[in-house]
């Protein structure tokens, strides 16, 4: 089982070296090499969305909106789109948070800031919300992620 998923990690390492895309979104903080593929292949050349909001919704890292009588309500994450791109994106803000003391920027300021105020379940999402509207600058932008 060990060789077959280092088979795979090596031809899945082969294929990304030719996608340009996938090599500018490997530059993103806590994104690997299933995330950047699978982001690479739900993206495209990121044209298909107007904004980074509408690909953050598409992927459900929004906030769920509930509104009666004039008086709006922001509840949970959405949760519609793709589960398998939000799961992804969700572990690598993990990934990102457990590592917080050694990273530096402003992201890891946005994520230090966040962390004193609400719980870590809260910022994991809304940082998997601000990585996936960075995944759709830089893959519709055509730069590399730059702390």
Same mark, same amino acid.
């Given at each position: 089982?060990?060789?077959?998923?280092?088979?795979?990690?090596?031809?899945?390492?082969?294929?990304?070296?030719?996608?340009?895309?996938?090599?500018?979104?490997?530059?993103?903080?806590?994104?690997?090499?299933?995330?950047?593929?699978?982001?690479?292949?739900? %993206?495209?050349?990121?044209?298909?969305? !107007?904004?980074?909001?509408?690909?953050?919704?598409?992927?459900?890292?929004?906030?769920?909106?509930?509104?009666?009588?004039?008086?709006?309500?922001?509840?949970?994450?959405?949760?519609?789109?793709?589960?398998? %791109?939000?799961?992804?994106?969700?572990?690598?803000?993990?990934?990102?948070?457990?590592?917080?003391?050694?990273?530096?920027?402003?992201?890891?300021?946005?994520?230090?800031?966040?962390?004193?105020?609400?719980?870590? /379940?809260?910022?994991?999402?809304?940082? !998997? /919300?601000?990585?996936?509207?960075? !995944?759709?600058?830089?893959?519709?932008?055509?730069?590399?992620?730059?702390?």
């Amino acid at each position: 089982l060990s060789e077959q998923i280092e088979e795979l990690e090596q031809e899945l390492k082969t294929h990304m070296a030719d996608d340009d895309t996938a090599q500018r979104l490997l530059t993103i903080p806590g994104v690997g090499l299933i995330t950047a593929s699978l982001l690479a292949t739900k %993206l495209g050349d990121g044209k298909s969305y !107007a904004s980074s909001r509408d690909f953050a919704a598409s992927t459900g890292l929004v906030p769920r909106q509930y509104s009666t009588g004039g008086k709006s309500t922001l509840m949970g994450i959405s949760k519609r789109g793709d589960k398998n %791109l939000r799961r992804l994106l969700v572990q690598c803000a993990r990934a990102f948070m457990q590592r917080l003391e050694h990273n530096q920027g402003r992201l890891a300021d946005w994520a230090k800031a966040q962390l004193l105020r609400h719980h870590s /379940n809260v910022v994991a999402c809304g940082l !998997a /919300n601000k990585l996936a509207r960075i !995944a759709w600058s830089v893959t519709t932008h055509r730069t590399a992620f730059i702390q």
